[in-house]
């Protein structure tokens, strides 16, 4: 069955600094999402993205993040100037055009801003 | 702005037993997901639910829509240790995103 790949699987940074967490959709689908999940808490919408554009974002996703969709394949999520309060799991997620069709999510990313 | 809300949001229960998780939302939507989250893992699709009177089964868990009352359950029969995770329901929010409930902790104690 098709899966959603996220890299990595955990990732440690230091306040202040920069990272980029990767995601390579299903290779059939064309609308690409991000949603994190602070540890014990609900999963919040970040950000769609469809034919190479942001189509939606949410209030967290502000300045200090931007994605990118680099190649055919992979789909990142950058976090300029990291806080701790950042540290949570990252999902990306993918679909298929049409409704029918649930969205398919990543294992996740674990990032810990120390 | 959608609001999703789940009841209860811990639920211990024995082998055996039935029980139902209630998803309640504020805005009209006509497609509504449930997944189930294991401790440090994704999040796995159980149900998608896309009309009015919708239901869906799979083993021991069914999941129903009324669109109109904007309430989903997902209703578990003789519950199983298996079946202990964190069961989330999402509506679709419109302009492409997904809105999450708080989630729902089930422990089934044998």
């Known amino acids: 069955e098709p899966e959603v790949t996220q890299t990595p699987s955990h990732q440690v940074t230091q306040m202040g600094q920069e990272v980029i967490l990767r995601c390579v959709p299903i290779s059939n689908h064309l609308y690409f999402y991000w949603y994190r999940q602070i540890l014990g808490q609900k999963v919040e919408f970040l950000v769609s993205f469809y034919n190479n554009e942001i189509s939606e974002k949410s209030e967290i996703f502000d300045d200090q993040f931007s994605v990118e969709r680099p190649d055919g394949s992979n789909f990142t999520l950058k976090i300029r100037s990291t806080k701790l309060e950042d540290s949570a799991m990252y999902f990306c997620a993918s679909r298929r055009q049409g409704g029918s069709i649930g969205y398919t999510f990543g294992s996740g990313t674990r990032l810990t801003v120390v | 702005e959608l609001k999703v809300e789940q009841n209860p949001l811990f639920l211990s229960m024995q082998e055996g037993k039935n029980y139902t998780i209630y998803c309640n939302y504020s805005t009209t939507s006509d497609r509504l997901y449930w997944y189930r989250q294991d401790p440090g893992k994704s999040l796995e699709s159980l149900f998608v639910l896309l009309s009015n009177g919708a239901v869906k089964q799979e083993g021991r868990l069914m999941a129903s829509l009324d669109t109109k009352a904007r309430l989903s359950t997902l209703h578990i029969t003789a519950a199983v240790h298996d079946l202990s995770a964190t069961y989330f329901c999402a ?13 729902t902790r089930l422990t089934i104690n044998p």
Do not use: Y
Not at chain 2, 91 to 103: E, T
């Open chain 2, 91 to 103: 509506v679709d929010g419109g302009a492409q995103k997904l809105v999450f409930g708080q989630g």
